[in-house]
Structure formats: structure tokens, C-alpha cells
């Protein structure tokens, strides 16, 4: 690229950049949906270059329907996890760990489906409270040889 004006040229050169960009593993896009599937959806993360965000890989809970999470044309972070051959896999699911990590500190969270309730005063199962005795040794139980009901005699 040749040209008399030095911020021409940037953006002559950040311009072929972006025309003959490929996406690298590991990292983070703003992508717009360009087409909804079954099975997932069609991201642009680059000019010319879509991905799959597979429907597992959308919501870190079950999604049911893509329709109900992305909208055509919609605009989302997507993080690129595989490449095979010319065809990239991509993840919304692990933008959102890492935004959730970010705003809980290190295994924060918001604890949903984890509270079993009580007093958190350790974890009472009943009983006498001295545990199971396993040093009886199992009198009454046979504890191997033949099984199928006939007498070894």
C-alpha cells in the first residue's frame, strides 16, 4: 500500500486485515445473528465469516427453542472454541461463565438450585448420631462363593 497520507494507509491496511481476518480459538466477537437454525444459530463475526453457536452452546441452562434466546440481526458476544476446516464453533455460553465469574468473585454465583435450606449447622441425616458400625465384620451375610442358589456340597 502506497499513499502520501499516513492515516489513509492505517486504515487501508486495518481494512485488508479485516477482509482476510480468520477467526482464532480463544477468542471473543461481537457477532450478529445472520440465521437461526434448529439446532442453533448462524453468527457474522467477521465480514464474510459466520460461525455456528450451537444451541447447547447459547444459555448455561437447557434452551428449549433458539427463538426464545436470539432474534435475527441481534448483536451478542460470542467466544470461538473450534475450528474444523472452514467451519468455526463458537460459544455464548462461555462469555457468560466468564461474565459470571467476573461478577461473583471466585466461586460466586447466584447459588440457584444449590440451597438445600436448614440452618447451615452441618448435615444432620437422623439417627443416633454415632454413624454407621462397619467393623461388625457382616455375620449372616455371605459374602461370596457361588451364587447361583445351588449347594456346593
Same mark, same amino acid.
Given at each position: 500500500?502506497?499513499?502520501?497520507? /499516513?492515516?489513509? $494507509?492505517?486504515?487501508?491496511?486495518?481494512?485488508?486485515?479485516?477482509?482476510?481476518?480468520?477467526?482464532? +480459538? @480463544?477468542?471473543?466477537? !461481537?457477532?450478529?445473528? %445472520?440465521? #437461526?437454525?434448529?439446532? *442453533?444459530?448462524?453468527?457474522? +463475526?467477521?465480514?464474510?465469516?459466520?460461525? !455456528?453457536?450451537?444451541?447447547?452452546? #447459547? %444459555?448455561?441452562?437447557?434452551?428449549?427453542?433458539?427463538?426464545?434466546?436470539?432474534?435475527?440481526?441481534?448483536?451478542?458476544?460470542?467466544?470461538? +472454541? *473450534?475450528?474444523?476446516?472452514?467451519?468455526?464453533?463458537? %460459544?455464548?455460553?462461555?462469555?457468560?461463565?466468564?461474565?459470571?465469574?467476573?461478577?461473583?468473585?471466585?466461586? *460466586?454465583?447466584?447459588?440457584?438450585?444449590?440451597?438445600?435450606?436448614?440452618?447451615?449447622?452441618?448435615?444432620?441425616? @437422623?439417627?443416633?448420631?454415632?454413624?454407621?458400625?462397619?467393623?461388625?465384620? @457382616?455375620? $449372616?451375610?455371605?459374602? *461370596? /462363593?457361588?451364587? %447361583?442358589?445351588?449347594?456346593?456340597?
Amino acid at each position: 500500500i502506497a499513499t502520501a497520507d /499516513g492515516e489513509a $494507509g492505517q486504515r487501508a491496511v486495518a481494512w485488508i486485515k479485516s477482509l482476510t481476518a480468520e477467526a482464532e +480459538i @480463544g477468542q471473543e466477537y !461481537l457477532g450478529t445473528v %445472520s440465521r #437461526i437454525v434448529d439446532f *442453533g444459530a448462524f453468527v457474522e +463475526i467477521l465480514p464474510g465469516l459466520d460461525g !455456528l453457536l450451537h444451541i447447547s452452546e #447459547i %444459555s448455561d441452562r437447557r434452551v428449549k427453542d433458539v427463538r426464545d434466546e436470539l432474534k435475527e440481526g441481534q448483536q451478542i458476544m460470542v467466544k470461538c +472454541i *473450534g475450528k474444523e476446516g472452514n467451519k468455526v464453533k463458537l %460459544s455464548r455460553r462461555a462469555i457468560l461463565a466468564q461474565e459470571k465469574a467476573a461478577a461473583g468473585g471466585a466461586g *460466586g454465583g447466584d447459588g440457584e438450585g444449590r440451597d438445600r435450606g436448614g440452618d447451615g449447622e452441618g448435615r444432620d441425616r @437422623g439417627g443416633d448420631g454415632e454413624g454407621r458400625d462397619r467393623s461388625g465384620g @457382616g455375620e $449372616g451375610r455371605d459374602r *461370596g /462363593g457361588d451364587r %447361583s442358589g445351588r449347594s456346593s456340597e
